[in-house]
């Protein structure tokens, strides 16, 4: 206290009985009587402080407290009370004075320490602008927490909002080091590098800010997060004296944001990081990676035949073996190195730090293997090997996004030679890549600049040879590389999501052109096969489309097949069925396209869905010589007969082919014996002889 000079008001009892050390201090005055209290007038004497004794000499002075507290403003007041009357200390806070003390429980330094902090928070006060005085009085009573710093730093005012929601003590007054620890840890729990991005810091450098979310840790309690405003404080000519923050406690709302971006960040079914996470990470490891100079590199990982364990065993099976890939892939990496779910059975890397190139091959050998080892899923025994494509920053793309579709490119081709392995992006997959990116790109306009094409390849009767109708098939007419086959830019159709929109243009150009084939060449039972892929089955809005068609065309919804290639319906999600459902209600007719290959099973046929199949084009191509593959279409075309489903042949290129299904019993043929896919005028002319009776088609069938 040495250097305040300290104005003591009251009967003197407590500082002769208490503050004993007071005594000791130059400058003290005792004014024994209240009646006797006059402000000194010597102007060059200045009072730092005002002890108060609040007591029944108050009374006996004839005024009020607040009256009393007023007339000695601006000298700031602590008021003295005895434990026992600690209510009067609070009323005198209340009525302005800076603090108050109880005299018969502080030790000499809480009382230096608190005697100086009213001194200090005193000639702040006195020099605060008429603005601000009001603003802090207000701010003190809401239920924000509320904190000023004069410009040293030092805690100047805690409102009680703040300190019930900080759990600091009434009285306990924080040391000026404690700018430097309150909420010095960030929302996302990392500390504050920067001295200068601490809230208090902000606030009495003069910066205004509004919602810093940062996180107040203290050893007693459990984190809370904070939202902080601030700004400076400022005396009547304008100059900065000081900061003030307000804040409150979101941490409830904060928990149950991450909860929902949690989500929205990771995959449900094996808690890895999605695509985006994942993506944002990468990019971060790039950043990380330029700045060291140190290797990353992004693995992009497919299992091989995914598909037919979900097809055979069922997708639950189908998703435990994902859950089981995810752990193997976390045990796996080291640590720093991370990993997310792309999508569907593919999962991406991040390697970094992991010295010589080289070392990433290490790296993919090692999951290589541990992901080829054999899975236990419930009683089943599992074998799913991995293709796994390694693309190494910056030679094989500098931003996530190429990298990753770099590595997606090298899986492409380790799963082009065999799979079970691991290639690395090179230049010359570049043009593959670029190849690709420049067809993603250009699909994304096919529509709206009318690229996209149908062609109809006729399906005729073996029992009479006559066309019965067409299955549709999708073409682009490329502005460079002229007409593509869907076996170009399905694919990428598929990965990129277009689909959707393409697959309901199909939908929509088929049932058209098919309305008008039946008004023009009266032809009412005319009908037409459409391809669905397996991603339009997920989207109820495969059922809207499918029935604006039907009513836009007026078309029997049984002259319409809807062609669906992926596996086995039987273990298909409910909601999957549920569209088939709902496709069937409106009376379309489905058929199971490619039966016959591995992706299809034939119990899949017996489950009420199906109408028809197709047999797969490579059952029918070797059906002359390959007794196994007669025997297959034989035993399929019975059991269909058996089931009252009808079956089509596909891929039909020579007579003897043709001569063996009817020789089967086959329903329906389709292929270039009979007619290779064409665009609607020329299938136009085909209709219009088949109705002369001299039919185009079949010329030279038996
Ligand atoms: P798919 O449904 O099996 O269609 C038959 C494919 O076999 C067609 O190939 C057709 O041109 C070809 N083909 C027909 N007869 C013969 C033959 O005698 N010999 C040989 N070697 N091939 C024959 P395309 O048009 O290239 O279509 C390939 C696949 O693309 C289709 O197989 C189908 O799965 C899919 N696709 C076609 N259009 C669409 C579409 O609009 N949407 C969807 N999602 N997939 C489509
Ligand atoms: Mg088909």
Redesign the pocket.
């Given at each position: 206290m040495s250097g305040h000079s300290i104005l003591y008001l009251g009967s003197g009892e407590f500082a002769a009985e208490y503050l004993s050390e007071l005594q000791t201090l130059p400058c003290c005055t005792y004014l024994t009587r209240s009646s006797e209290f006059k402000l000194p007038e010597d102007a060059s004497y200045i009072v730092d402080l005002v002890l108060l004794e609040v007591g029944p000499i108050i009374a006996q002075s004839g005024h009020t407290l607040s009256e009393l507290i007023n007339e000695l403003a601006p000298y700031p007041v602590v008021a003295l009370a005895r434990r026992d009357r600690e209510h009067r200390g609070v009323a005198a806070v209340r009525a302005g004075a800076q603090a108050y003390v109880c005299v018969d429980d502080i030790s000499v330094d809480d009382q230096e320490t608190l005697f100086n902090h009213a001194v200090k928070r005193g000639r702040m006060q006195s020099r605060l602008s008429n603005t601000d005085v009001t603003v802090l009085s207000i701010l003190r009573n809401i239920n924000d927490g509320v904190i000023v710093v004069d410009q040293a730093g030092h805690i100047l005012d805690i409102n009680p909002a703040a300190r019930s929601l900080l759990g600091i003590r009434p009285r306990m007054q924080p040391d000026p080091s404690w700018e430097q620890t309150f909420c010095c840890v960030d929302e996302l729990g990392n500390s504050y590098r920067n001295s200068a991005d601490l809230p208090l810091m902000r606030a009495r450098t003069g910066e205004k800010f509004a919602n810093q979310v940062a996180i107040y840790r203290s050893p007693e309690h459990p984190d809370i997060v904070l939202s902080i405003n601030g700004q400076g404080l400022y005396d009547g000519k304008r100059e900065l004296i000081g900061g003030v923050i307000t804040f409150r406690d979101v941490t409830e709302s904060t928990r149950r944001t991450s909860e929902l971006e949690k989500q929205a960040q990771f995959d449900d079914l094996t808690g890895l990081a999605n695509r985006s996470l994942f993506a944002e990470q990468l990019s971060r490891a790039i950043g990380r990676s330029q700045r060291k100079s140190a290797p990353l590199a992004a693995l992009f990982i497919d299992l091989d035949r995914f598909k037919s364990v979900n097809d055979t065993l069922g997708h639950d099976t189908g998703d435990a073996l994902l859950r089981q890939v995810a752990q193997r892939l976390q045990r796996n990496l080291r640590i720093g190195d991370f990993c997310g779910r792309w999508g569907g059975d593919e999962f991406v890397v991040c390697l970094e730090d992991f010295g010589p190139a080289g070392n990433a091959a290490a790296a993919a050998q090692k999951l290589l293997l541990v992901l080829s080892e054999k899975y236990e899923i419930g009683n089943s025994e599992v074998y799913a090997t991995p293709s796994i494509g390694i693309a190494v920053y910056p030679e094989a793309g500098e931003t996530a996004e190429r990298l990753i579709k770099a590595a997606d490119v090298a899986m492409f081709e380790a799963k082009k030679r065999g799979g079970g392995r691991f290639q690395y992006y090179s230049s010359s997959l570049n043009t593959k890549l670029a190849q690709r990116e420049e067809l993603e790109g250009g699909l994304r306009h096919a529509l709206v600049r009318n690229e996209f094409a149908?062609?109809y390849?006729p399906r005729i009767d073996l029992m009479n040879n006559r066309l019965i109708g067409f299955?549709?098939?999708?073409?682009w007419q490329h502005p460079r590389y002229g007409l593509l086959?869907?076996?170009r830019f399905?694919p990428i159709l598929e990965s990129s999501g277009l689909?959707h929109s393409?697959?309901e243009w199909?939908i929509d150009t088929a049932c058209r052109q098919l309305a008008a084939w039946q008004h023009r060449f009266e032809l009412p039972d005319l009908s037409i096969a459409?391809?669905?892929?397996p991603q339009?089955l997920v989207h109820k809005r495969l059922v809207d489309v499918m029935s604006k068609a039907l009513t836009g065309t007026g078309l029997d919804p049984g002259c319409i097949e809807l062609?669906i290639?992926d596996g086995s319906l039987m273990q298909k999600r409910e909601s999957e069925h549920d569209i088939l459902r709902q496709l069937r209600k409106l009376g379309v007719r489905l058929s199971l396209?490619?039966f016959g290959t591995r992706d299809v099973s034939f119990e899949s046929i017996d489950n009420g869905f199906i109408d028809s199949f197709?047999l797969?084009?490579a059952l029918i191509a070797d059906v002359e010589d390959n007794n196994s593959h007669q025997r297959i279409v034989r035993a399929a075309i019975a059991m269909a007969q058996g089931l009252d489903i009808e079956v089509t042949a596909?891929?039909?290129?020579t007579v003897r082919q043709l001569e063996f299904l009817k020789s089967c019993n086959c329903n329906l043929a389709?292929?270039?014996?009979i007619s290779?896919?064409m665009q609607a005028d020329k299938i136009s002319a085909i209709l219009r002889s088949e109705i002369a009776g001299t039919s185009l088609l079949s010329r030279g069938m038996p």
């Amino acid at each position: 206290m040495s250097g305040h000079s300290i104005l003591y008001l009251g009967s003197g009892e407590f500082a002769a009985e208490y503050l004993s050390e007071l005594q000791t201090l130059p400058c003290c005055t005792y004014l024994t009587r209240s009646s006797e209290f006059k402000l000194p007038e010597d102007a060059s004497y200045i009072v730092d402080l005002v002890l108060l004794e609040v007591g029944p000499i108050i009374a006996q002075s004839g005024h009020t407290l607040s009256e009393l507290i007023n007339e000695l403003a601006p000298y700031p007041v602590v008021a003295l009370a005895r434990r026992d009357r600690e209510h009067r200390g609070v009323a005198a806070v209340r009525a302005g004075a800076q603090a108050y003390v109880c005299v018969d429980d502080i030790s000499v330094d809480d009382q230096e320490t608190l005697f100086n902090h009213a001194v200090k928070r005193g000639r702040m006060q006195s020099r605060l602008s008429n603005t601000d005085v009001t603003v802090l009085s207000i701010l003190r009573n809401i239920n924000d927490g509320v904190i000023v710093v004069d410009q040293a730093g030092h805690i100047l005012d805690i409102n009680p909002a703040a300190r019930s929601l900080l759990g600091i003590r009434p009285r306990m007054q924080p040391d000026p080091s404690w700018e430097q620890t309150f909420c010095c840890v960030d929302e996302l729990g990392n500390s504050y590098r920067n001295s200068a991005d601490l809230p208090l810091m902000r606030a009495r450098t003069g910066e205004k800010f509004a919602n810093q979310v940062a996180i107040y840790r203290s050893p007693e309690h459990p984190d809370i997060v904070l939202s902080i405003n601030g700004q400076g404080l400022y005396d009547g000519k304008r100059e900065l004296i000081g900061g003030v923050i307000t804040f409150r406690d979101v941490t409830e709302s904060t928990r149950r944001t991450s909860e929902l971006e949690k989500q929205a960040q990771f995959d449900d079914l094996t808690g890895l990081a999605n695509r985006s996470l994942f993506a944002e990470q990468l990019s971060r490891a790039i950043g990380r990676s330029q700045r060291k100079s140190a290797p990353l590199a992004a693995l992009f990982i497919d299992l091989d035949r995914f598909k037919s364990v979900n097809d055979t065993l069922g997708h639950d099976t189908g998703d435990a073996l994902l859950r089981q890939v995810a752990q193997r892939l976390q045990r796996n990496l080291r640590i720093g190195d991370f990993c997310g779910r792309w999508g569907g059975d593919e999962f991406v890397v991040c390697l970094e730090d992991f010295g010589p190139a080289g070392n990433a091959a290490a790296a993919a050998q090692k999951l290589l293997l541990v992901l080829s080892e054999k899975y236990e899923i419930g009683n089943s025994e599992v074998y799913a090997t991995p293709s796994i494509g390694i693309a190494v920053y910056p030679e094989a793309g500098e931003t996530a996004e190429r990298l990753i579709k770099a590595a997606d490119v090298a899986m492409f081709e380790a799963k082009k030679r065999g799979g079970g392995r691991f290639q690395y992006y090179s230049s010359s997959l570049n043009t593959k890549l670029a190849q690709r990116e420049e067809l993603e790109g250009g699909l994304r306009h096919a529509l709206v600049r009318n690229e996209f094409a149908l062609h109809y390849q006729p399906r005729i009767d073996l029992m009479n040879n006559r066309l019965i109708g067409f299955e549709a098939l999708l073409r682009w007419q490329h502005p460079r590389y002229g007409l593509l086959p869907p076996a170009r830019f399905l694919p990428i159709l598929e990965s990129s999501g277009l689909i959707h929109s393409a697959g309901e243009w199909v939908i929509d150009t088929a049932c058209r052109q098919l309305a008008a084939w039946q008004h023009r060449f009266e032809l009412p039972d005319l009908s037409i096969a459409i391809n669905l892929s397996p991603q339009q089955l997920v989207h109820k809005r495969l059922v809207d489309v499918m029935s604006k068609a039907l009513t836009g065309t007026g078309l029997d919804p049984g002259c319409i097949e809807l062609e669906i290639c992926d596996g086995s319906l039987m273990q298909k999600r409910e909601s999957e069925h549920d569209i088939l459902r709902q496709l069937r209600k409106l009376g379309v007719r489905l058929s199971l396209d490619h039966f016959g290959t591995r992706d299809v099973s034939f119990e899949s046929i017996d489950n009420g869905f199906i109408d028809s199949f197709v047999l797969d084009q490579a059952l029918i191509a070797d059906v002359e010589d390959n007794n196994s593959h007669q025997r297959i279409v034989r035993a399929a075309i019975a059991m269909a007969q058996g089931l009252d489903i009808e079956v089509t042949a596909e891929g039909v290129e020579t007579v003897r082919q043709l001569e063996f299904l009817k020789s089967c019993n086959c329903n329906l043929a389709q292929g270039f014996l009979i007619s290779r896919p064409m665009q609607a005028d020329k299938i136009s002319a085909i209709l219009r002889s088949e109705i002369a009776g001299t039919s185009l088609l079949s010329r030279g069938m038996p």
